[in-house]
């Protein structure tokens, strides 16, 4: 076969290689831009695991890699002026330069040709090859030249970041640090790849890299700035930069690349060209190397060139889907970082660790016991006021609120049953209820409980607005308190425009096929639609609305509910009040979030007026509307329960949207 990779980084070289390894016949050429010392970027992180994936591969090329790693085991966290350190991490370092040169030497040993300082203008110069590769990385013209075919999709990240070097040793510990400025907070991802240096990726926020005046430095102003901002860490070492051919000042937003199809023709897309992982997770050259040795061998199992392109874009997809989903989570932590930079060292450390989803509590039992003992000590005392003998999982201490005690922290979540007649719970109820409540779960809810019958979502909805209702729950609340000591909270909702509607197994949120009664909301606007126009509530209508769910909270109370959650989320009437989407009113109830949110707050005040004082409540929110910028988004739902928090409400329960 005759093949030519076009970009010769990590993943070209090493596809090269195992093409010859597997057949020395190939004819293999590298045609690559930069000459074979240059190298923009520093180190690059391998895991054990990849490194053992490599041997297999070519126990050579592993070896002199192996021979030239930097390990450390220890993740160092600095915040706040202390610096938490946890084991068990185990990573390797090598420079990207020193990778480059021991695939270089090796392609070169099995006879791979490479042609350096060559600049690939388009694939039409290698008409003559049975198989392209289009490994010239994250800004790949050939994938950018057929973005159509290969469904590229690019989501440019929030945060700045600007990948560095230095001499300043971080030789036994990855190492992350936190600075606050006037404008944000800045940090450091920094470890160590050769004897003498280390990687050091700076990264902030977009406002913080504008109030610091960056986008106004070019390289070494920037550089210089940051050796002054970050001097305590780098310890009197300059920060290096080898980035020269970037314009401006090398800071970056991440491109996260994903691409729908993966091959076109005898063209195929290899690493960073057809994906990335963020760098926080420090997976993108074992991605791009696995890839080639999965390319390899399909081309040699496989009865065709088609039929080892669709193998290899299936298995590396789901192999670089599940990396990308943990990337993501780490990207985000990293944009969010603001949320948590106020916690504890340790709760901050913790959720640093744990931020990929891909390391779990136990996982870090696994890697270092002592430190997660500490941590699970810590959250014990804030959790008790007493330092533990033996500490338990944060999930299994007790919480208190106002007179309530919850023996752990588990919850079971609302979950509308759809099988009372007339708004009564029935035995249904008391064997659902009653058999969650034995379960272990410390507390348990009720479905949404709605307080008129126009405010149930479907006729199979619970209520609580008869006589025969209190009753009914009286009985359920009876066994749960009896039995187990599960506290139960009942979550008190009306349906507004999202009511009317057919049992969840007979067609969610479809309005009945008959017998549907009017709906109400806070504009005529329909949930979707199929589903009725509401009729705009007036000041009497919301009053009324008030007293229906104060009558309801006092028969809660009454009937011995420990909580009480008032439901303002997922469409029905208090969310379709706080999101623009359904509130178009024009007096003092819609426009502003302040406004939005006023008839919300006004019946929780009335609802707290009746409820028991050392009872508490909570409130759900919806955190999203999955109508992008139109709806409600993370960010608003922080500063709602912000204000929820403010006016006294106990817990809020935030639902994913
Ligand atoms: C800040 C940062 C930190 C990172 N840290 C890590 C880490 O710790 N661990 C890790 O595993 N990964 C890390 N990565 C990712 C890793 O560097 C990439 O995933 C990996 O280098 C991708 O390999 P590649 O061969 O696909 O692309 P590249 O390494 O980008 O190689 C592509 C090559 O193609 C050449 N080329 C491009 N266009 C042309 C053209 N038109 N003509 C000729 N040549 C061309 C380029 O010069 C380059 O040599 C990091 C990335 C960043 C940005
Ligand atoms: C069958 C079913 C019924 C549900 N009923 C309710 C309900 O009555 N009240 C409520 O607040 N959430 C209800 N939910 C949502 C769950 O409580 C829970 O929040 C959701 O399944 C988890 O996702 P989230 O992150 O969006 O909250 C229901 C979910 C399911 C699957």
């Known amino acids: 076969m005759k093949i030519v990779c076009l970009g010769g980084g990590p993943a070209g070289l090493y596809f090269a290689i195992s093409m010859k390894l597997h057949d020395p016949s190939h004819q293999v050429t590298v045609v690559e831009r930069n000459r074979p010392d240059d190298t923009f970027g520093w180190g690059v992180v391998l895991s054990d695991e990849t490194l053992e994936n490599l041997r297999r591969n ?31 991490h185990g990573f390797c370092g090598i420079g990207r330069k020193k990778l480059l040169n021991i695939l270089q030497d090796r392609a070169a040993e099995l006879g791979v040709e490479m042609v350096f300082q060559t600049e690939v203008e388009g694939v039409e110069a290698y008409a003559d090859a049975d198989l392209i590769v289009a490994s010239d990385g994250i800004n790949s013209k050939t994938r950018e030249r057929y973005a159509d075919v290969f469904q590229r999709e690019i989501d440019i990240r929030k945060n700045k970041f600007i990948w560095l070097g230095t001499h300043r040793k971080f030789d036994d510990a990855f190492t992350f640090t936190f600075k606050h400025t006037d404008h944000g907070w800045i940090w450091a991802h920094a470890y160590q790849f050769d004897t ?27 550089i210089a700035a ?47 060209a057809a994906h990335t992982a963020h760098f926080s997770i420090g997976s993108g050259t074992k991605l791009v190397m696995e890839d080639a040795i999965q390319l390899a061998e399909f081309l040699h199992v496989e009865p065709s060139l088609e039929a080892a392109f669709d193998r290899y874009e299936d298995e590396r997809r789901v192999e670089v889907l599940r990396l990308q989903s943990t990337a993501r989570n780490s990207t985000e932590w ?16 913790y959720g640093l660790l744990t931020r990929s989803q891909r390391v779990s509590h136990e996982n870090l039992r696994l890697r270092d016991k002592y430190w997660l003992e500490m941590a699970e000590a810590w959250f014990e005392e804030q959790a008790t006021g007493r330092q533990p003998f033996s500490p338990r999982p944060p999930m299994f201490t007790p919480f208190e ?29 008391l064997v659902h209820y009653g058999s969650r409540s034995l379960g272990g779960a410390a507390l348990v809810y009720t479905e949404m409980t709605c307080v008129s019958p126009e405010g149930r979502i479907t006729p199979g909805c619970t209520g609580m607005y008869a006589p025969e209702h209190e009753a009914a729950w009286r009985e359920v609340v009876d066994f749960v308190h009896a039995n187990g000591t599960a506290k139960f909270a009942i979550q008190l909702g009306h349906s507004g425009p999202k009511g009317s509607t057919k049992l969840m197994w007979d067609g969610m949120d479809e309005p009945l096929v008959e017998g549907n009664w009017p ?32 009558r309801a909270a006092e028969m809660s109370a009454r009937a011995g509910f420990d909580v009480l959650e008032l439901h303002y989320a997922h469409g029905y009437l208090l969310s379709a ?65 912000e204000m929820l928090n403010a006016e006294g409400v106990d817990i809020v329960d935030v639902s994913a949207g």
């Open 58 to 88: 070519d126990a050579v090329s592993a070896r002199a890699i192996k021979e030239s790693f930097a390990y450390w085991d220890y993740i160092d966290v600095r915040i706040h002026g202390r610096s938490l350190r946890s084991g068990g």
């Open 196 to 222: 003498d240096t280390a990687t050091f990726i700076v990264e902030c926020s977009e406002a913080t890299w504008a109030g610091l005046g960056f986008d106004a430095m070019d390289q070494d102003v920037t």
């Open 226 to 272: 940051l050796e002054k901002l970050l001097a305590d860490d780098l310890g009197g070492h300059a920060l290096m930069s080898n980035a020269r051919h970037l314009r401006g000042s090398a800071w970056l937003n991440f491109p996260r690349v994903l691409c729908g199809k993966w091959s076109h023709g005898n063209i195929v897309l290899m690493g960073d």
């Open 334 to 349: 990293f944009e969010d970082i603001e949320r948590y930079v106020d916690l504890d060292p340790v709760q901050f450390t």
């Open 401 to 429: 609120l106002r007179g309530l005690r919850l023996e752990n922290r588990v919850v079971v979540s609302p979950m509308d049953q759809c099988s009372a007649r007339d708004g009564t719970p029935d035995k249904w109820h």
């Open 519 to 550: 709906v109400m909301g806070p504009s005529p606007v329909p949930w979707s639609p199929e589903n009725q126009v509401p009729h705009e509530m007036t000041r009497a209508d919301m009053e009324q609305v008030t007293q229906q769910f104060v």
């Open 577 to 641: 009040f706080v999101t623009p989407v359904t509130n178009k009113r024009t007096d003092e109830y819609g426009g502003s979030l302040e406004n939005r949110m006023r008839y919300p707050i006004e019946l929780f005040h009335a609802v707290r007026a009746v409820w028991p004082d050392d009872k508490p409540i909570s409130v759900r929110i919806s955190s999203h509307d999955w109508v992008g910028d139109a709806g409600i988004q993370p960010q608003d739902a922080v500063g709602i329960a």
